[in-house]
């Protein structure tokens, strides 16, 4: 499970690091801005906290819907 948290710190940290460099391009004609990115980025991570914790605990792990 250590090894898990570390990942998702470093994950973290890089994510950090878009979001610096992102603020201070100007937004792209086509695709998502960095703020619907980064909005999507937080749900993923939710859903895969969620899925963590449902594992850890020994209950079956909800897929997401859709």
């Known amino acids: 499970m250590e090894d898990v948290r570390r990942l998702l ?3 973290r940290q890089t994510e ?3 979001v610096v460099e992102a603020a201070s391009e100007p937004d792209h004609p086509t ?3 960095a ?3 980064m909005f999507h980025v937080s749900r993923w991570r939710e859903r895969l906290r969620d899925g963590l914790t ?3 605990q020994g209950l ?3 897929p997401p819907t859709g």
Do not use: H, I, K, N
Request: proline share 6%.
């Open 9 to 11: 710190e470093a994950e």
């Open 16 to 18: 950090r690091r878009f």
């Open 31 to 33: 695709g998502w801005p």
């Open 35 to 37: 703020a619907l990115l």
């Open 54 to 56: 449902q594992a850890s």
């Open 60 to 62: 079956l792990v909800t």
